[in-house]
């Protein structure tokens, strides 16, 4: 709770509250390495605050696809297309768009990856394996 206060607090510009977010969500998942919760916050934090800090998202996407499978979770397959893109990691980005607008044809991010997707192709993106 204290980590997603802190987000929040980051997001209006509190001094210091993107610190104690990183702070606390480091605590929380050393502590509680199995917690949903930890996991999640964890991506909502570093995937808005920095793209810089996608790179330390990818271990709780991981962590949470594998918790949820075999069931589609949407916001962790919307999580891992913008940590795609903040890597610019292009080709797998259309792959994991593709993968999004397959299981998730109703998803709250449908339209904006379709024309991400198609901007993508535009500039000659080709998908490669994932």
């Known amino acids: 709770m204290l980590s997603n206060l802190a987000r929040q607090g980051h997001n209006i510009d509190v001094s ?3 610190t104690l977010a990183d702070t606390t969500l480091t605590l929380c998942i050393e502590k509680f390495p199995e917690s949903v919760s930890c996991h999640t916050a964890a991506t909502l934090f570093y995937l808005q605050v920095d793209p810089a800090l996608g790179i330390k998202a990818e271990r709780s996407l991981l962590f949470l696809r594998a918790h949820y499978v075999p069931a589609f979770n949407e916001d962790v397959e919307r ?3 913008y940590f795609d893109l903040y890597q610019r990691r292009n080709a797998e980005a259309i792959k994991q768009i593709d993968n999004y607008l397959a299981h998730a044809p109703q998803g709250q991010d449908h339209t904006l990856f379709e024309k991400l997707r198609a901007q993508l192709v535009s500039k000659g993106i080709e998908t490669v394996p994932r």
């Open 79 to 81: 999580g891992f297309v």
């Open 16 to 18: 210091d509250a993107g």
